[in-house]
């Protein structure tokens, strides 16, 4: 990954003051250029979106967001799990629902074992 281009203290102040002035914290104007269509091409919206690796990587080093980084992204690995179990076994009939099931039922799960029951029942 290519070295971080620090901006200078003065333009973090004159940044700062200018989003005070307008009533607009760093993490709505991030929010909004990222959720709004209008703004997809705006080259805020193009800087964030290919820096997103290196500042994803800051959250858990920064003291103040360290744990909510780590419970984040444990929830969002969770989610695909679950939805990735899902829809395995949606398109075989199972009726599985992964959502619901322990840390301990999801590692018991063997899917090669669960196709052959399922083949040999059919």
């Known amino acids: 990954m ?17 989003l005070e002035q307008e009533a607009v914290t760093a993490s709505d104007f991030v929010i909004t250029l990222l959720e709004r269509e209008s703004y997809r091409d705006h080259p805020c919206t193009t800087s964030l979106v290919e820096k997103a690796p290196e500042i994803i990587d ?23 799990t679950a939805d990735s179990i899902k829809l395995l076994t949606a398109n075989q009939d199972w009726h599985f629902d992964a959502g619901h099931a322990s840390a301990e039922q999801l ?9 052959r029951i399922s083949t040999e029942t059919k």
């Open 107 to 115: 590692e018991d799960f063997c899917y090669p074992k669960t196709t």
């Open 58 to 80: 800051l959250f858990p080093k920064h003291l103040r967001s360290a744990q909510s980084t780590f419970t984040w992204a444990r929830k969002i690995i969770q989610k695909k």
């Open 2 to 18: 290519e070295t971080s281009t620090w901006t200078a203290r003065s333009q973090i102040i004159r940044i700062a003051s200018v």
